[in-house]
T-cell receptor, first 109, second 114 residues
Framework: DAKTTQPPSMDCAEGRAANLPCNHS???????VYWYRQIHSQGPQYIIH???NNETNEMASLIITEDRKSSTLILPHATLRDTAVYYC??????????FGAGTRLTVKP | NAGVTQTPKFRVLKTGQSMTLLCAQD?????MYWYRQDPGMGLRLIHY???????AKGEVPDGYNVSRLKKQNFLLGLESAAPSQTSVYFC?????????????FGPGTRLTVL
């Protein structure tokens, strides 16, 4: 079973920030949180990852709570091209990552 | 760089037939993975490899075999295809770095077993 819980779907207005939550209450101290997205039926695309601290790159920001039991992916200015399924993943040992069903984000004009 | 490529893109098999899916990467990555994705679901790991000559089972390994004879190639075999193996298959590769395991995915192979 996946170790994360995400809402099945979310909507966001174009140009606004999209905040995608993820619950990983059973995460252990040395497990990373990764975010990927999948547009249509393409291969998943890496977005960002983190361990304890908040992280930011050119695509998004990742906010991890102090107790590490949940995190939020932030797309600061969502565009129509950000419509995709977003996966929050906790990395197991040996790089065995378990993808859940993800959140289907729809960006609307 | 081509990144991760998969061959073929589409395939239709009859029950009981065999086939091999080829994954190739040109990024000199140590790790390679095979996933399957059924409609409306996330990816599930079939097998993975941490280096040339080594393989390991993932979440759903039954009915599949793999080989990693060369670092840049990872083969997925179906010895006797079943309709339950109808799916989209994705290959991925990543470097070994405990702090950064970004996986790079191929475009997928759509397999239908009749």
């Amino acid at each position: 079973d996946a170790k994360t819980t995400q809402p099945p779907s979310m909507d966001c207005a174009e140009g606004r920030a999209a905040n995608l939550p993820c619950n990983h209450s059973t995460i252990s101290g040395n497990e990373y949180v990764y975010w990927y997205r999948q547009i249509h039926s393409q291969g998943p695309q890496y977005i960002i990852h983190g361990l304890k601290n908040n992280e930011t790159n050119e695509m998004a920001s990742l906010i991890i709570t102090e107790d590490r039991k949940s995190s939020t992916l932030i797309l600061p200015h969502a565009t129509l091209r950000d419509t995709a399924v977003y996966y929050c993943i906790v990395r197991y040992d040996n790089n065995d990552m378990r993808f859940g069903a993800g959140t289907r984000l729809t960006v609307k004009p | 760089n081509a990144g991760v490529t998969q061959t073929p893109k589409f395939r239709v098999l009859k029950t009981g037939q065999s086939m091999t899916l080829l994954c190739a990467q040109d990024m000199n990555h140590e790790y390679m993975y095979w996933y399957r994705q059924d409609p409306g679901m996330g990816l599930r790991l079939i097998h993975y490899s941490v280096g040339e000559g080594t393989t390991a089972k993932g979440e759903v390994p039954d009915g599949y075999n793999v080989s990693r004879l060369k670092k840049q190639n990872f083969l997925l075999g179906l010895e006797s295809a079943a309709p339950s193996q109808t799916s989209v298959y994705f290959c991925a590769s990543s470097p070994w770095d405990r702090a950064n395991n970004e996986q790079f995915f191929g475009p997928g192979t759509r397999l239908t077993v009749l």
